[in-house]
């Protein structure tokens, strides 16, 4: 089975900073990874995903993630925070079967300052 | 294409009484998957079609509920006899056989009173 942790139910940050969102996965297989983002009242929205090829995967506005094996990990992160990266992010993770289902993290939920 | 459409989106209903929600899949999509999710949680898979088939179900999807997707294009999920523990956001998703990420839709809220 597959589960993922994510590191910090908020996250606070100032316009212009560095966006750092945590996620730890636990799989018996070589996984396939995922980051979503989520504004109010809406569906999900991939930022960027990991299926075994390189491991700095870098996704839509401006985000990157990097897979590390070692540290069974794969934090999220944005050099430098936009007002309208406010939103609520979540980390999956699938076993890379047919299936493809999902099982995702309970979501860090980013503030931007002014 | 205009994406995973969902409907309705939101819906207000009295416990005991049933409701059935509709997803319309992105066009040729052939895998569709149900998820909820609760206040302050990530979303939790509930079941999976390849075309028609139901291949999958979760423990979390009670007898009360169940799913179809005739002919392997929209797909309808009903929950029978709500309860206030039944409120939460329905998602549905679908995905090609040849890729590994899933698209969303707008999911639909449901508030059991």
């Known amino acids: 089975a597959q589960s993922v942790t994510q590191l910090g139910s908020h996250v606070s940050v100032s316009e212009g900073a560095l966006v750092l969102l945590r996620c730890n996965y636990s799989s018996s297989v070589p996984p396939y990874l995922f980051w979503y983002v989520q504004y109010p009242n809406q569906g999900l929205q991939l930022l960027l995903k990991?299926?075994?090829?390189?491991?700095l995967v870098k996704g839509i506005n401006g985000f990157e993630a990097e897979f590390k094996k070692s540290e069974t990990s794969f934090h999220l992160t944005k050099p430098s925070a936009h007002m309208s990266d406010a939103a609520e992010y979540f980390c999956a993770v699938s076993d890379g079967s047919n299936d493809y289902k999902l099982s995702f993290g309970a979501g860090t939920t980013v503030t931007v300052r002014a | 294409d205009t994406g995973v459409s969902q409907d309705p989106r939101h819906k207000i209903t009295k416990r005991g009484q049933n409701v059935t929600f509709r997803c319309d899949p992105i066009s040729e999509h052939n895998r569709l998957y149900w998820y909820r999710q609760t206040l302050g949680q990530g979303p939790e898979f509930l079941t999976y079609?390849?075309?028609?088939?139901?291949?999958?179900k979760s423990r979390l999807l009670s007898d009360r509920f169940s799913a179809e997707r005739p002919k392997g294009s929209f797909s309808t999920l009903e929950i029978q006899r709500t309860e206030q523990g039944d409120s939460a956001m329905y998602l549905c998703?679908?995905?090609?056989?040849?890729?590994?990420?899933?698209?969303f839709g707008q999911g639909t809220r449901l508030t059991v009173v």
């Open positions: 990991y299926t075994s090829a390189a491991t």
């Open positions: 079609f390849q075309n028609e088939a139901q291949l999958e």
């Open positions: 998703a679908s995905s090609p056989s040849s890729l590994t990420e899933a698209f």
